[in-house]
């Protein structure tokens, strides 16, 4: 069954390093979303990406955070200057088709910032 | 933001009962809903869902229900199992948005 990856599984990074977070959704899929889980909070949305554009994004995606879909398979979530506050599980999530919002969500980048 | 609730923070259930987990919302203009499981180090994984032009939907051991009228939905598994237990995620979004997610319920099935 098809499913989304998620590159790599954790990483640890200097505080003002970047770091790029990859993902290759789900071959079909037309929407990408990228949603963070700061320890022992809710999972909350970051961004929306649909046909080479940013749809949506949230307030905590400032002009730090950018994404990318280089070529056909991959999706990439950068943070240009890392700050301790970024430490958090960052998905990846993608849907086929527009009526049905079922998101399906890859494993997860661990993210920790010292 | 708590456009989504789930009030319950944990459950324990025996194995072969029903286990039940609530959630409420508050924007009305929600129109998916969705209930998602997840493992520790793991993302979530997809359930079930209910459009807001249904009132039940049913896909094996799982039913959501939603009561629009009282913004309130619920997830019912029955009969429960103990490979069930894990963090149980209801998730809502507007015309096919963004996820707005609860805090979770924790599941723990007896055996």
């Known amino acids: 069954e098809p499913e989304v990856t998620q590159t790599p599984s954790h990483q640890v990074t200097q505080m003002g390093q970047e770091v790029i977070l990859r993902c290759v959704p789900i071959?079909?899929?037309?929407?990408f979303y990228w949603y963070r889980q700061i320890l022992g909070q809710k999972v909350e949305f970051l961004v929306s990406?649909?046909?080479?554009?940013?749809?949506?994004k949230s307030e905590i995606f400032d002009d730090q955070f950018s994404v990318e879909r280089p070529d056909g398979s991959n999706f990439t979530l950068k943070i240009r200057s890392t700050k301790l506050e970024d430490s958090a599980m960052y998905f990846c999530?993608?849907?086929?088709?527009?009526?049905?919002?079922?998101?399906?969500f890859g494993p997860g980048t661990r993210l920790t910032v010292l | 933001d708590q456009q989504v609730k789930q009030n319950s923070p944990s459950l324990s259930v025996q194995e072969g009962r029903i286990s039940i987990l609530n959630c409420d919302y508050t924007?009305?203009?929600?129109?998916?809903f969705l209930w998602y499981k997840k493992y520790p180090a793991e993302g979530p994984t997809f359930l079930i869902s209910?459009?807001?032009?249904?009132d039940k939907n049913e896909d094996g051991r799982f039913t959501v229900f939603l009561n629009k009228s009282a913004k309130h939905l619920s997830l019912h598994i029955v009969p429960s199992q103990p490979g069930d237990s894990a963090v149980y995620f209801c998730?809502?979004?507007?015309?096919?948005?963004?996820?707005?997610f609860g805090a979770g319920t924790i599941l723990r099935v007896k055996s």
């Open positions: 071959s079909n899929h037309l929407y």
């Open positions: 999530a993608s849907r086929r088709e527009t009526g049905k919002n079922e998101q399906f």
């Open positions: 990406f649909y046909n080479n554009e940013i749809s949506e």
């Open positions: 209910i459009s807001s032009i249904k």
């Open positions: 998730a809502a979004s507007e015309y096919g948005n963004k996820l707005v």
């Open positions: 924007n009305s203009m929600f129109d998916y």
